[in-house]
């Protein structure tokens, strides 16, 4: 009986054991994505010839379109703005030499596919990032969308499908790890990015295709109104710099280790604690603190 017991709480020790050591190594992966999804050199390059990033005037989508241009790709930029676009284009083009097509395009529009798929129908398109996104508030509110980022996929899978290869990187958000309350709209569009990415990816894998959904927190860009960048608020820069890292990390990615470990600190906070209402008047207050400190810092600095 006694040598029962011992195999038994042996036997449990033992799980533990190799439980959290693997916890643990999947951690180590996440510190260390350069050594453990490397990239090579000519990978974006090797997809095709251009990069799709839609929303890309500004914020997330700018970075993304820049870190690709740098990766040797000529690159399509999209949004509503044209003399930002323009700007931004020259920027690039002077920087790395690359092709950089501006596209106006405005996608809450029913027509815009129609125009879009015009105007890329001729080029050997190897990567797409559906960044573009709208957040109703840049601060928190009890009640409140998203872009038709499918419509995008269908405009462009099949030519990726043909070639055997091409990236598709669809940016959702860390909020959408759990029904998240203030942003109840935001968080449900973006959970239907994630799970239609994943979805899409088992799907496609077998023909080459490289899908994954980015779920980034604070990234310091108009959206959430320039607030100031932090451990856990990034620059648009840096995060998009990190999150390429994490390209083969599987078919999601907070894209960062400091938004990873915030979204494991808010899966594992009850639900009892996190919906209390003194948490989400906080979260308010915090918030709106927070941006208020920047429009502070910014009148200075114009000052
Ligand atoms: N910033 C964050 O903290 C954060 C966190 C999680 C997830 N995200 C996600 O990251 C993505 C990028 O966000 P961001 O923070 O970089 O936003 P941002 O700085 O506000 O930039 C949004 C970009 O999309 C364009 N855009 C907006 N509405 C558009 C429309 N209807 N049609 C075409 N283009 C449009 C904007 O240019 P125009 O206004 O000139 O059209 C701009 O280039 C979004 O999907 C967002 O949900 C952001």
New binding site residues.
Partial sequence: MKSLLEVFFTSLGGAVVVYYGVKLLLVTKMLYPKMWFPLPKSFFSSMGEWAVV?????????EYAFALAEQGMNVVI????KA?LEQLAKEIGEATSRTVKVLV????EDKVFGDIEEQLKDLNIGVLVN?????PSNVPKRFLED?DLDQMCKTLLPGMENRGKGVIIN?????ACIPFPMYSLYAAS?IFVERFSQGLQAEYKEKGMLIQAV??????????GYQATDMVTLS?RDFVKSSLQYLRAGDRTYGSICHMFLGWLIRSTPRKILYADSVLNGLQEYVEKKQAKTRSISTLSVA
Avoid at 54 to 62: K, L, V, W, Y
Avoid at 105 to 108: P, S
């Fill in positions: 839609t929303g890309a005037s500004e914020g997330i989508g700018r999209m949004s509503r703005t930002t395009a405005d996608f809450t960044n573009v996104g709208m957040l872009t940016v959702s958000s860390g909020i973006k779920t980034p927190f604070g990234v310091s860009t108009r959206m959430i648009p």
